[in-house]
C-alpha cells in the first residue's frame, strides 16, 4: 500500500469524518480520496461499519406507536405538497373565433351534470307535445279497434241466428 | 446488516428502514437527550425528513445508518449547541451515560473523553482540542484509538 495514503488513514481525518466532526474542507478532502484510493474507501466503510456495530448494541427498541406517528405526519406532508397550488402563469392569448361562429366557451367542469344550449328546450318541448300527441292517438285507435272488433262479433252472432 | 434495496417503493422502503434503524437511532438520540419522550420527538423529526433523503439513502454503497446518523446529528444542532460538557473528578471524562456502555468502558478516559464529546456531544475536533489544549492532529489520533478500542468489542 502506498505510504501516504497509509499516513492519510492513520491521520483521524477518516474518523473525524464518520463522526461529523470533521470541517467542510477536510469533508470533501475525505471524499475525494475515497473515490480515488480504494484503501480509503475499504478503512471508511469499515469506521462506517463500527458506528454501525456501537449503534446496534446499544438500541433500544422505539415506543410501539412511534411508527404510526411517523406514517401519519409523512402522509399529512406528501398530502400537503400534492395539493400547493402551482404557479400562475399568464395563459397564452386566444386567437379570437371567427364572427359567423358561435361563441362558446369551452369549459371544463368537474360535476356530474351537462349544460346545453338553451335552443334545445324547444326541441325537447316539440318531442314532448308529439309524444302526448302519439300517445293519445294511439289509445283513440286502440279504443276504436276494440269497438269494431265488438261489433263483427256481435254481426256475426247475428247472422248465425238468421241462418 | 443487509441494506435496504434501492428497488424498494418510498413507502416500503421507509419501513424497512424504521424496522432496521429506528431502534438504532432511539438509542443513540437517548444517550444524547437523556429523555425518552424527548428523543421520540427527536426520532420523528428524523423520519419525518425522510423521504426527502430517500434517493440518495438508497444509492449502492452507502451505509444507510452513516446517513441516518448526519440526518440525526442536523436536527439536534440545538442541543449539541446547549449542552454544557459535565467535568467528573478526573477533570477529563467529560460524558456520564444514560446506560451501561461496553464501548465506553474500553477506552480510557482521554479516548473516551474525546469520543463523546465529539459523539453525544457534537462538537468539531478543533473545538474538543481547543478545550483540552492540545492540538488537532492529537485529538484526531487519540479519536482513532477510541475507534480501535470500538472495533476489539464489535
Known amino acids: 500500500m502506498n505510504t501516504e495514503i497509509q499516513k492519510y488513514i492513520d491521520s483521524g481525518l477518516l474518523e473525524a ?11 470533501r478532502e475525505v471524499l475525494f480520496y475515497k473515490q480515488r484510493y480504494p484503501e480509503v474507501k475499504d478503512a471508511l ?6 458506528m454501525e456495530a456501537m449503534a446496534f ?11 404510526d406517528r411517523i406514517e401519519t405526519e409523512i402522509d399529512d406532508i406528501i398530502l400537503r405538497e400534492r395539493s400547493e ?8 392569448p386566444k386567437v379570437a373565433p371567427e364572427p359567423d361562429m358561435p361563441r362558446y366557451i369551452d369549459v371544463q367542469v368537474q360535476d356530474s351534470h351537462m349544460k346545453i344550449h338553451k335552443a ?9 307535445v308529439l309524444g302526448k300527441i302519439f300517445l293519445g292517438c294511439a289509445i283513440y285507435f286502440y279504443l276504436e279497434n276494440r269497438q269494431a272488433k265488438q261489433t263483427i262479433m256481435e254481426l256475426k252472432t247475428e247472422i248465425k241466428a238468421l241462418k | 446488516m443487509s441494506q435496504p434495496s434501492a428497488s424498494l417503493s418510498g413507502p416500503t422502503a421507509m419501513h424497512t428502514i424504521y424496522d432496521q434503524y429506528a431502534g438504532m437511532l432511539y438509542g443513540y438520540i ?30 449502492p454503497g452507502v451505509n444507510v445508518y452513516h446517513k441516518l446518523q448526519q440526518l440525526t446529528r442536523k436536527h439536534l444542532k440545538d442541543i449539541f449547541g446547549s449542552q454544557q460538557t459535565i467535568i467528573d473528578g478526573t477533570g477529563v471524562n467529560g460524558h456520564i451515560p444514560a446506560r451501561p456502555n461496553k464501548f465506553l468502558d474500553k477506552m480510557s478516559a482521554e479516548q473516551k473523553h474525546v469520543f463523546c464529546n465529539i459523539h ?8 474538543v482540542a481547543a478545550e483540552m489544549n492540545s492540538a488537532e492532529e492529537e485529538v484526531r489520533k487519540v479519536l482513532q484509538q477510541a475507534f480501535a478500542a470500538i472495533r476489539r468489542v464489535a
Not at chain 1, 120 to 128: D, P, Y
Not at chain 2, 36 to 53: S, T
Not at chain 2, 120 to 127: D, E, F, I, P, R
Request: proline share 10%.
Open chain 1, 17 to 27: 469524518y464518520v463522526t461529523g466532526s470533521a470541517t467542510p474542507e477536510e469533508e
Open chain 1, 45 to 50: 466503510n469499515q469506521l462506517e461499519l463500527d
Open chain 1, 57 to 67: 448494541a446499544m438500541a433500544i427498541p422505539p415506543p410501539p406507536t412511534a411508527w
Open chain 1, 85 to 92: 397550488p402551482t404557479k400562475f402563469t399568464e395563459p397564452e
Open chain 1, 120 to 128: 334545445w328546450r324547444w326541441v325537447f318541448a316539440a318531442v314532448f
Open chain 2, 30 to 59: 437517548f444517550e444524547v437527550v437523556k429523555d425518552k419522550q424527548l428523543a421520540e420527538r427527536y426520532l420523528m423529526m428524523v423520519f419525518n425528513d425522510l423521504p426527502h433523503q430517500l434517493h440518495d439513502l438508497l444509492q
Open chain 2, 120 to 127: 453525544y456531544y457534537g462538537k468539531s475536533v478543533s473545538t
